[in-house]
């Protein structure tokens, strides 16, 4: 040894880095396969754990060791230039990775290579993982189950740390059952995949702990944790299990396993906890991202299947603050059926909808200043149709967004519309009487609804039709006679069959000819809705509608004109009935008025002759009495009495005549009804067989008609004879009352219904019954009793009770 050497000896010895000195040893072929150490350190000791190395070589200390190093210091022999390297041992030390220095030494004859050399292990392992995580962290992205991650990553992560197993589990709540749905394995070893009873892998200390803390186990059948057997049947030697928490409760597990005990190093414990929480947090974050998406695609698919149109708009304003357009920002599809508008999104209310009318901007600024919901129903110009929306302001103050949530009532408007319509319509008919007139102004209200330029009836009048009104805008009226055929034919026996013709534009409507086409062109006529009238069979008119330019007409148009067309009629029919009821009425007046004239003229003819002929008759008979035989008297006199019973009806007969015309001439004196009474029981006697039992008090004397009074009791007293059978009694009764006198008649007779008693009193009123001969009578003896009573400013009244008999009560006022 040189002092030199001796030095270095020292210095070497002292050195913090390992260092050797060795010879390579070349085979036949001149590759290097081992190499023998010639001179160590210390240190080298430590790092490589190989003890007394001297003199051996590296096969004999280590068979096991890689082929590169072999190779790496032949080549330093063999170039003769140094090299810089790092390279890993797996076999020395339970694995190291070296940074090296290595150059020639020496004669190169001598095949030497000095090296020098650390331990670099922690730090190519820290790199390592680190690779190995970014890795992880890079397939981790796309995946966002625990299946997938599992499924790709298993292999991964076992690889990774030379185990044959990488598995997930998860806990029941109770922590009672472990089940495993992922597992990565090798071929050596079964899958785990499946459900555990906890309380057979860990001991009851181990289960209460419910910890979050990572198990690391080195021997599973040395760990006083676990259960050994169950351990040993599933060929589980040694594992790391890392928990994850899920709301602070243990729930699930990554584990690797080995099969063998092993010991593990801190940096793969390490490596497994920063792999979990990567896996975790990813787990986490893709969970929460279903969970939106979830939460996301519920809110697009109501945002796109509700029956609403839905928008949010964005308010634009001008630098003086006010609203001047806005923004689309987003339309569900409701939006884009309901307005017709494709893929308004981030476009201008300007550009897509440009008439749109102020107020609906008035509306959303509003909303954005205040904050305050609406609800409003405004029409569309843009889109021609009638909206029920709320609008409410997006965010807070300063937002100038606007959602809007509305639906079409275009129909509802529209049939509100046509309510209104109808209603008007039906009001403005009802007071006419003019068919002419109902038609006309059916026609000028319908014009106006629809807006059309032209409205009117058109009679059918043979080969023609006439139209004498016409509801005109624009275009002179066409009034006038017009030949059906020079409209077209095909309309006119559409007209006839009572189908309604609908025509949208003349000019191309096909059925049309061309002659045709010309008429319609002078006659202004591009467009047209018309409803025959047909009635039995017959078309009798025509309502139509006409515009000056081609027209889209919509179903609803159609159908009011048909309505229109169909209250119309009926109006028309109406008041086509009403006419005739007027004029049935007027002709049974006439005819009235003229049987009252024909009973006044006749009675009035009747009256000279019958008296006179009673004159005659009376004469003859007191002759023939006189002078004649017993029988010829006895003809006279039953002559004189039927002369009688004539006066009597034609007497009847012109008071009732007389009466109507207002012409009873009543003249008063004083009476005694007493007497009046008296005289006409006499006379009824000696025609009746009844008992008649007068029963008279004293009266004052009154002013009446001293005639027609005894007009009125004769009527009584022949009625209640009349009505009742010879055996029994007629009851007159007279006395005074309050500020008057009543007469009563009774009679035992058949008496009168109820509802017949008020009828009575009645013009010509009998109470005929068909199972009975018909009394003598023509139903005018109590009209007359009663209007003369009325006369004296009494009342005639009636009492009765069928099958009992009735009482007639005369009153009448005594005059102070
Ligand atoms: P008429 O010539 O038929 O008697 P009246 O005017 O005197 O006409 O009477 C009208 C009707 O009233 C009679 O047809 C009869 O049916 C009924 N009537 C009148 N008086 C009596 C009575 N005393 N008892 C029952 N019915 C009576």
């Given at each position: 040894?040189?002092?030199?050497?001796?030095?270095?000896?020292?210095l070497?010895?002292?050195?913090?880095?390992?260092?050797?000195?060795?010879?390579?040893?070349?085979?036949?072929?001149?590759?290097?396969?081992?190499?023998?150490?010639?001179?160590?350190?210390?240190?080298?000791?430590?790092?490589?754990?190989?003890?007394?190395?001297?003199?051996?070589?590296?096969?004999?200390?280590?068979?096991?060791?890689?082929?590169?190093?072999?190779?790496?210091?032949?080549?330093?022999?063999?170039?003769?230039?140094?090299?810089?390297?790092?390279?890993?041992?797996?076999?020395?030390?339970?694995?190291?990775?070296?940074?090296?220095?290595?150059?020639?030494?020496?004669k190169?004859?001598?095949?030497?290579?000095?090296?020098?050399?650390?331990?670099?292990?922690?730090?190519k392992?820290?790199?390592?993982?680190q690779?190995?995580?970014?890795?992880?962290?890079?397939d981790?992205?796309?995946?966002?189950?625990?299946?997938?991650?599992?499924?790709?990553?298993?292999?991964?992560?076992?690889?990774?740390f030379?185990?044959?197993?990488?598995s997930?589990?998860?806990?029941?709540?109770?922590?009672?059952?472990?089940?495993?749905?992922?597992?990565?394995?090798?071929?050596?070893?079964?899958?785990?995949?499946?459900?555990?009873?906890?309380?057979?892998?860990?001991?009851?200390?181990?289960?209460?702990?419910?910890?979050?803390?990572?198990?690391?186990?080195t021997?599973?059948?040395?760990?006083?944790?676990?259960?050994?057997?169950?351990?040993?049947?599933?060929?589980?030697?040694?594992?790391?299990?890392?928990?994850?928490?899920?709301h602070?409760?243990?729930?699930?597990?990554?584990?690797?396993?080995?099969?063998?005990?092993?010991?593990?190093?801190?940096?793969?414990?390490?490596?497994?906890?920063?792999?979990?929480?990567?896996?975790?947090?990813?787990?986490?974050?893709?969970?929460?991202?279903?969970?939106?998406?979830?939460?996301?695609?519920?809110?697009?698919?109501?945002?796109?299947?509700?029956?609403?149109?839905?928008?949010?708009?964005?308010?634009?304003?001008?630098?003086?603050g006010?609203?001047?357009?806005?923004?689309?920002?987003?339309?569900?599809?409701?939006?884009?059926?309901?307005?017709?508008?494709?893929?308004?999104?981030?476009?201008?209310?300007?550009?897509v909808?440009?008439?749109?009318?102020?107020?609906?901007?008035?509306?959303?600024?509003?909303?954005?200043?205040?904050?305050?919901?609406t609800?409003?129903?405004?029409?569309h110009?843009?889109?021609?149709?009638?909206?029920?929306?709320?609008?409410?302001?997006?965010?807070?103050?300063?937002?100038?967004?606007?959602?809007?949530?509305?639906?079409?009532?275009?129909?509802?408007?529209?049939?509100?519309?046509?309510?209104?319509?109808?209603?008007?319509?039906?009001?403005?008919?009802?007071?006419?009487?003019?068919?002419?007139?109902?038609?006309?102004?059916?026609?000028?209200?319908?014009?106006?609804?629809?807006?059309?330029?032209?409205?009117?009836?058109?009679?059918?009048?043979?080969?023609?039709?006439?139209?004498?009104?016409?509801?005109?805008?624009?275009?002179?009226?066409?009034?006038?006679?017009?030949?059906?055929?020079?409209?077209?034919?095909?309309?006119?026996?559409?007209?006839?069959?009572?189908?309604?013709?609908?025509?949208?534009?003349?000019?191309?409507?096909?059925?049309?000819?061309?002659?045709?086409?010309?008429?319609?062109?002078?006659?202004?006529?591009?467009?047209?809705?018309?409803?025959?009238?047909?009635?039995?069979?017959?078309?009798?008119?025509?309502?139509?509608?006409?515009?000056?330019?081609?027209?889209?007409?919509?179903?609803?148009?159609?159908?009011?004109?048909?309505?229109?067309?169909?209250?119309?009629?009926?109006?028309?029919?109406?008041?086509?009935?009403?006419?005739?009821?007027?004029?049935?009425?007027?002709?049974?007046?006439?005819?009235?008025?003229?049987?009252?004239?024909?009973?006044?003229?006749?009675?009035?003819?009747?009256?000279?002759?019958?008296?006179?002929?009673?004159?005659?008759?009376?004469?003859?008979?007191?002759?023939?009495?006189?002078?004649?035989?017993?029988?010829?008297?006895?003809?006279?006199?039953?002559?004189?009495?039927?002369?009688?019973?004539?006066?009597?009806?034609?007497?009847?007969?012109?008071?009732?005549?007389?009466i109507?015309?207002?012409k009873?001439?009543?003249?008063?004196?004083?009476?005694?009804?007493?007497?009046?009474?008296?005289?006409?029981?006499?006379?009824?006697?000696?025609?009746?067989?009844?008992?008649?039992?007068?029963?008279?008090?004293?009266?004052?004397?009154?002013?009446?008609?001293?005639?027609?009074?005894?007009?009125v009791?004769?009527?009584?007293?022949?009625?209640?004879?009349?009505?009742?059978?010879?055996?029994?009694?007629?009851?007159?009764?007279?006395?005074?009352?309050?500020?008057?006198?009543?007469?009563?008649?009774?009679?035992?007779?058949?008496?009168?219904?109820?509802?017949?008693?008020?009828?009575?009193?009645?013009?010509?009123?009998?109470?005929?019954?068909?199972?009975?001969?018909?009394?003598?009578?023509?139903?005018?003896?109590?009209?007359?009793?009663?209007?003369?009573i009325?006369?004296?400013?009494?009342?005639?009244?009636?009492?009765?009770?069928?099958?009992?008999?009735?009482?007639?009560?005369?009153?009448?006022?005594?005059?102070?």
């Open positions: 040894m040189t002092i030199a050497a001796d030095k270095y000896g020292t070497f010895n002292k050195m913090e880095q390992g260092f050797c000195i060795v010879e390579v040893i070349f085979d036949d072929a001149g590759q290097a396969v081992d190499y023998r150490f010639l001179e160590t350190n210390p240190v080298f000791e430590k790092q490589t754990g190989l003890q007394n190395a001297k003199g051996k070589t590296i096969k004999e200390l280590q068979p096991a060791h890689e082929a590169h190093w072999f190779r790496i210091y032949g080549d330093v022999v063999k170039t003769g230039e140094s090299i810089h390297f790092e390279n890993e041992a797996a076999y020395l030390a339970g694995g190291v990775w070296y940074e090296v220095f290595a150059f020639p030494f020496d190169p004859e001598k095949k030497q290579v000095a090296i020098f050399f650390n331990d670099i292990t922690e730090r392992k820290t790199e390592r993982n690779t190995f995580l970014s890795e992880i962290s890079k981790l992205v796309e995946l966002d189950t625990i299946s997938a991650t599992m499924e790709r990553m298993g292999e991964k992560i076992a690889k990774h030379r185990v044959p197993w990488a997930f589990a998860e806990f029941t709540d109770d922590l009672e059952t472990g089940i495993v749905p992922f597992d990565w394995h090798d071929a050596n070893v079964p899958s785990l995949k499946g459900s555990y009873r906890m309380d057979q892998l860990w001991t009851p200390e181990q289960m209460a702990k419910n910890n979050t803390e990572l198990m690391v186990t021997d599973t059948q040395n760990d006083p944790r676990l259960f050994a057997q169950t351990y040993a049947a599933l060929g589980i030697g040694s594992f790391i299990s890392i928990p994850l928490a899920e602070d409760k243990f729930r699930f597990m990554l584990s690797i396993l080995d099969a063998k005990p092993r010991l593990w190093h801190e940096d793969e414990i390490e490596l497994m906890r920063e792999l979990t929480v990567r896996i975790w947090t990813r787990l986490e974050k893709a969970r929460a991202e279903e969970a939106m998406r979830k939460s996301e695609d519920k809110y697009r698919s109501l945002f796109n299947t509700m029956d609403e149109g839905f928008s949010v708009l964005e308010i634009i304003y001008n630098d003086a006010e609203a001047m357009d806005f923004l689309f920002i987003e339309v569900n599809k409701e939006f884009e059926r309901q307005t017709g508008l494709q893929d308004p999104t981030g476009k201008l209310g300007s550009e909808v440009p008439h749109t009318e102020p107020y609906w901007l008035n509306i959303y600024d509003t909303v954005v200043r205040t904050g305050e919901q609800r409003f129903e405004n029409y110009e843009d889109s021609r149709r009638w909206y029920e929306s709320y609008a409410s302001r997006v965010g807070g103050p300063g937002s100038r967004q606007v959602a809007i949530v509305f639906r079409d009532i275009t129909d509802r408007k529209k049939a509100e519309e046509r309510q209104t319509f109808l209603l008007k319509l039906t009001d403005a008919l009802r007071p006419l009487a003019d068919p002419e007139e109902i038609q006309s102004v059916a026609a000028d209200l319908l014009g106006a609804h629809l807006k059309v330029n032209q409205s009117l009836y058109a009679e059918t009048i043979g080969d023609y039709v006439n139209i004498s009104h016409s509801y005109a805008i624009g275009v002179p009226p066409m009034i006038g006679k017009f030949r059906h055929q020079d409209y077209g034919i095909r309309l006119i026996q559409g007209y006839r069959a009572g189908e309604m013709q609908v025509c949208y534009n003349t000019r191309t409507d096909p059925t049309i000819s061309e002659a045709e086409r010309q008429v319609l062109s002078s006659a202004y006529i591009s467009a047209y809705v018309a409803v025959p009238l047909i009635k039995s069979g017959e078309w009798l008119g025509t309502l139509a509608v006409l515009s000056i330019v081609p027209r889209d007409w919509k179903q609803n148009e159609i159908d009011l004109v048909k309505e229109t067309a169909e209250r119309t009629w009926i109006a028309i029919e109406r008041a086509k009935s009403e006419d005739a009821l007027r004029k049935s009425e007027q002709q049974l007046k006439q005819l009235l008025q003229l049987r009252e004239d024909f009973i006044g003229i006749a009675s009035q003819e009747l009256q000279t002759p019958v008296t006179t002929m009673k004159v005659f008759a009376e004469v003859a008979q007191e002759k023939l009495e006189e002078h004649g035989s017993k029988e010829e008297g006895e003809l006279m006199r039953r002559l004189n009495r039927q002369i009688d019973r004539l006066t009597r009806v034609i007497n009847d007969l012109l008071d009732a005549s007389n109507a015309e207002g009873l001439r009543i003249y008063l004196e004083p009476t005694d009804m007493n007497e009046v009474i008296q005289e006409q029981v006499e006379e009824i006697k000696k025609i009746a067989a009844h008992q008649f039992n007068l029963q008279l008090n004293e009266l004052p004397i009154i002013d009446t008609d001293k005639e027609r009074m005894g007009q009791i004769i009527n009584l007293l022949a009625n209640a004879v009349k009505y009742s059978s010879e055996d029994t009694t007629v009851t007159i009764t007279t006395e005074p009352v309050t500020n008057g006198i009543q007469v009563t008649v009774r009679d035992e007779g058949c008496g009168i219904t109820r509802e017949e008693q008020p009828k009575i009193f009645d013009r010509f009123y009998r109470i005929t019954d068909k199972n009975k001969t018909p009394s003598p009578g023509m139903g005018l003896g109590l009209y007359i009793s009663s209007q003369i009325q006369r004296h400013g009494g009342t005639l009244t009636v009492e009765s009770e069928p099958g009992k008999g009735s009482v007639f009560v005369v009153t009448l006022p005594v005059e102070e």
